[in-house]
């Protein structure tokens, strides 16, 4: 029996683990794939992770100095906020997501890998637990709290009766790459693309050799206009491919993923025993 289980170590799930672990709670932290990346362009805010995380000093971020904004005619408004404390870093989710994850597993949280979380575990109608899929089968994990944090497909998230299902003018829908190569794209920079549809698409570079290259709509838009098709239009137009100097650029990873656009929508996100975090 686990004083705390909590289902998903992105980076909620992980920070929450590593708060309870570290002030004597049992802390059982299941994960679906701890190699599966969140498709995100992978932006924090420099001042947070060093608050929170000063691991991540170790994998020498680019620190961004300013942003280049575009219209959807391509005129260009740059903005600069070095020495103004916004200071920001785009990691790759995987490393940034393992990275936290660990920190929780040193403060004392057990993680369980390659665990899907698809039900509850129910005792005289009280919610006990979670069931998961696992390659060897189901399993359960009991435990007195459940802190579900696994995103916007969680099946717990619906079945817990704390969050309604997302209808699509509530949601954002966003397509992203990581490529690797040199580029043109200046890597103490970020790039937003605002779109002739509601969306924007982005070019985060994460250092001097990797960038996060994606789009995506949101609310009615995500009906109006296919996903896969805009973000080829986008990295294919003459403004995003002139900086791809004609290199090769190794695809590293690519990846779609629904995204909260309105944020919470409910009063209350908890109830006796359980409570949801995150996405």
């Known amino acids: 029996m686990y004083d705390v289980i909590i289902s998903g170590a992105g980076p909620a799930g992980s920070r929450c683990a590593e708060i309870l672990a570290r002030n004597g709670f049992k802390v059982a932290l299941i994960e679906k794939d701890v190699n599966w990346r969140k498709p995100c362009g992978g932006g924090v805010s420099a001042r947070i992770m060093s608050k929170y995380f000063p691991q991540v000093k ?59 979380s698809f039900d509850f575990v129910y005792k005289d109608q009280q919610i006990i637990g979670i069931k998961t899929k696992t390659p060897s089968g189901i399993k359960e994990y009991e435990g007195k709290i459940i802190i579900i944090a696994d995103g916007m497909s969680s099946k717990l998230a619906n079945k817990s009766g704390l969050r309604k299902p997302w209808e699509i003018k509530n949601i954002a829908i966003a397509k992203c790459t990581i490529l690797e190569g040199k580029t043109a794209f200046d890597a103490q920079k970020l790039y937003i693309y605002f779109r002739p549809y509601k969306g924007y698409g982005w070019v985060f570079p994460i250092d ?40 090769n650029l190794k695809k590293i990873w690519s990846g779609s993923y629904p995204l909260p656009a309105k944020g919470i929508l409910e009063n209350s996100l908890y109830g006796e025993n359980l409570m949801l975090i995150g996405d």
Not at 231 to 245: D, L
């Open 208 to 247: 001097e050799k990797r960038l996060n290259i994606g789009c995506g709509t949101f609310e009615e838009d995500n009906l109006n206009y296919n996903l896969h098709q805009i973000y080829e239009e986008f990295i294919n137009s003459p403004n995003i491919k002139k900086k791809f100097n004609n290199t």
């Open 58 to 116: 170790k994998l020498n971020p680019v620190i961004k100095s300013g942003a280049l904004l575009y219209s959807a005619q391509f005129h260009e408004l740059e903005y600069n906020w070095e020495g103004h404390g916004e200071d920001s870093i785009v990691m790759d989710r995987l490393e940034l997501d393992n990275l936290i994850r660990n920190v929780a597993v040193d403060a004392g949280a057990e993680l369980f890998d390659k665990n899907l």
